[in-house]
C-alpha cells in the first residue's frame, strides 16, 4: 500500500477482555516497530521486527503484550486481559532498512484504544 | 541509555513570528537525528533530518543542525503560520530504533 496501514482505528473494550491490533507496513519494508503514544507518557517503543523476528522486545510492559509478524509484512499486537492503563494510540512504523539509523521510519494513523 | 529532552509547552505564537524548540540529546555513539511533526488528527510525519555532525536538516521553512558539541538539534522556523500548530516531537536513531522526546505543542494565532 501507499502508506502504513493500522486497523481498527479505533476501539473500545471492557476491561479484562482480549484485543488485537493489525498492522500492514509499507509494501517491501522489511522493519516494522511498534510503538504506544499515551498523556503523560510521550512516545514508548513497544517492539521491533526485522523480517518475522523481534531482536528487541524491551519496550513491552508486562507479558500480556505480544506482537507477532507473518510473512514478513502484517503484524499483529496483542494485549490479553486488558487494563485501563493500557488505554492508549498505538502506532505502527515501517522502514526500508532493518537496523540503519539514517533511514526515516514511517508511521500510520494509529490505533485508539480505549479500556472501559 | 540513550534520551532526548525537549522543551516544554505548550508554545503560543502569533503569526509570522520566530520559532525556537530546543532539543538535546544523550547516546553513547553518533545517532541520527529527526523531527517528527503531528498535526490535528493526523499521524507522525517526518519534518526533517541529519544523520551526521553539522549536516542541517530543513524542510517547509524550518530547520535544524546536528551540533555535536552541544548534543543539540534545535528546531527553528523564521516566521511561523497558523498552519503550523502541531506537535513537534525531536527523536533519535541509532541501531534501527528511534527514541522520542516528550513532544512540544505549538499553536500559532492569527
Known amino acids: 500500500g501507499a502508506g502504513v496501514s493500522q486497523s481498527p482505528s479505533n476501539k473500545v473494550t471492557e476491561k479484562g477482555k482480549d484485543v488485537e491490533l493489525r498492522c500492514d507496513p509499507i509494501?517491501?519494508?522489511?522493519?516494522l516497530y511498534w510503538y504506544r503514544q499515551s498523556l503523560g507518557q510521550g512516545l514508548e517503543f513497544l517492539i521491533y521486527f526485522q523480517g518475522n523476528s523481534a531482536p528487541d522486545k524491551s519496550g513491552l510492559p508486562s507479558d500480556r503484550f505480544s506482537a507477532e509478524r507473518t510473512g514478513g509484512s502484517v503484524s499483529t499486537l496483542t494485549i490479553q486481559r486488558t487494563q485501563q492503563e493500557d488505554s492508549a494510540v498505538y502506532l505502527c512504523a515501517s522502514s526500508s532498512l532493518a537496523g540503519s539509523s539514517g533511514n526515516t521510519i514511517y508511521f500510520g494513523e494509529g490505533s485508539w484504544l480505549t479500556v472501559v | 541509555g540513550d534520551s532526548v529532552t525537549q522543551m516544554e509547552g505548550p508554545v503560543t505564537l502569533s503569526e509570522e513570528a520566530f520559532l525556537t524548540i530546543n532539543c538535546t540529546y544523550t547516546?553513547?555513539?553518533?545517532?541520527?537525528l529527526f523531527w517528527y511533526v503531528q498535526y490535528p488528527g493526523e499521524g507522525l510525519q517526518l519534518l526533517l533530518k541529519a544523520t551526521k555532525a553539522d549536516d542541517k536538516g530543513s524542510n517547509k521553512g524550518f530547520e535544524a543542525t546536528y551540533r555535536k558539541e552541544t548534543t543539540s538539534f534545535h528546531l527553528e522556523k523564521g516566521s511561523v503560520q497558523v498552519s503550523d500548530s502541531a506537535v513537534y516531537f525531536c527523536?533519535?536513531?541509532?541501531?534501527?530504533?528511534?527514541?522520542f522526546g516528550q513532544g512540544t505543542e505549538l499553536s500559532v494565532k492569527p
Open positions: 527523536a533519535l536513531n541509532q541501531g534501527g530504533k528511534l527514541i
Open positions: 547516546a553513547t555513539g553518533y545517532p541520527s
Open positions: 509494501s517491501g519494508h522489511t522493519a
